[in-house]
Structure formats: structure tokens, C-alpha cells
């Protein structure tokens, strides 16, 4: 098992930045892929970002490439999303996902490839 916990989010205007981080316990976390997704009211859950557990592979969804870098420190057993200029369009609840893989460089896309979920952190970018 492993519990996931958000923080960082909050309410920014546009153009803003935060950072969220993605808090991992229960089990080795370096063997884990880590994504980010967000959902928006009334909308499904979307991929934002994702890493591999060497973190050699790194993936972005288009909207928020050039904006979002994702990361990771093992020996801390957390994951990072830096969101900089923020727009409206980012507003949702993000969350922070992980799950076992033996490939270093696998990552995961869908939200139905990972198995473990934070709670959610809720982001606001006002205009």
C-alpha cells in the first residue's frame, strides 16, 4: 500500500505560479511512476504530467508544456508539479497518482494505470 498526500495548491491570478507536492508513504517510493491529473467541475479526470521512477522518462500533456515541470526526489519520497503562468484554464482539483513498475522508464498516461491516488489539492487562477 501507499498513501499519497497533496499540498500546494491554493488560489493564484493569472500568470501566477505554485507548486504542488505529492507526499508518499507506506512503501518504497523509488520504485513507483508518478503522474499528475487534474479535474475541473463537471469535466473528467485529465493527465497533466507524469514521471518515470528514474525519472528518465518525463511526459507532459500539451496544455501545460512549457508551463509545468514535473520532478521528483526519492530519497524524500515526494513528487513535484512547478505550475508557472497559470491561467484560468488550470483551474481543478489535482491530483497525484503513483504506481508499481519494474521498467525504469515506464510511464503512465491513463488514469486507469495507476492504482494509488491523493486526496486532491484544490488549484483557483483567477483572470
Known amino acids: 500500500q501507499v498513501q499519497l498526500v497533496e499540498s500546494g495548491g491554493g488560489m493564484v491570478q493569472a500568470g501566477g505560479s505554485l507548486r504542488l507536492s505529492c507526499a508518499a508513504s507506506g512503501r518504497t517510493f523509488s520504485n513507483y511512476c508518478m503522474g499528475w491529473f487534474r479535474q475541473a467541475p463537471g469535466k473528467e479526470r485529465e493527465f497533466v504530467a507524469a514521471i518515470s521512477w528514474s525519472a528518465i522518462v518525463i511526459s507532459y500533456a500539451d496544455s501545460v508544456k512549457g508551463r509545468f515541470t514535473i520532478s521528483r526526489d526519492n530519497a524524500k519520497n515526494t513528487a513535484y508539479l512547478q505550475m508557472n503562468n497559470l491561467k484560468p484554464d488550470d483551474t481543478a482539483v489535482y491530483y497525484c497518482?503513483?504506481?508499481?513498475?519494474?521498467?525504469?522508464?515506464?510511464?503512465?498516461?491513463?488514469?486507469?494505470?495507476?492504482?494509488?491516488w491523493g486526496q486532491g489539492t484544490q488549484v483557483t487562477v483567477s483572470s
Open positions: 497518482a503513483a504506481e508499481y513498475r519494474d521498467s525504469s522508464h515506464y510511464i503512465g498516461r491513463r488514469p486507469g494505470e495507476y492504482g494509488y
